[in-house]
């Protein structure tokens, strides 16, 4: 069975940085392509960013084009998204997500991801 945990969530000023991680249980890690997700209250799951599985590719969300990055350490079965700049409007619970097979232009969609995280929940302060 495939768990998927996130940590590093919290809380910080406009301006700030975080750096939140995702661990994925199993044997076939490598094999994932990886996303993460975000969802502010009262809003719909959006989509953030996504990385092929050997970490080569990767797809952003108009939101957060050149403030975030995701990134992978297969050796860890861990999944990164460092988030700089943050905003008010960033404030969300962030999911993360694996699904198999290669990245493609439908990784932005929820639907096609197989495991999911609780979630870990950024709340950033004007």
């Known amino acids: 069975q495939v768990q998927v945990v996130e940590s590093g969530g919290g809380s910080v000023q406009a301006g700030g940085s975080l750096r939140l991680a995702c661990v994925v249980s199993?044997?076939?890690?490598?094999?994932?392509?990886m996303g993460w997700f975000r969802q502010a209250p009262g809003k719909e799951r959006e989509f953030v960013a996504a990385i092929s599985w050997a970490g080569t590719t990767t797809y952003y969300g108009d939101a957060v084009t050149g403030r975030f990055a995701i990134s992978r350490d297969n050796s860890k079965n861990t999944v990164f998204l460092q988030m700089d700049s943050l905003k008010p409007e960033d404030t969300a619970v962030y999911y993360c997500a694996a699904k198999g097979g290669a990245l493609d232009s439908d990784d932005r969609f929820e639907r096609v991801y197989d495991y999911w995280g609780q979630g870990t929940q950024v709340t950033v302060s004007s």
């Open positions: 199993g044997r076939f890690f490598s094999n994932y392509v």
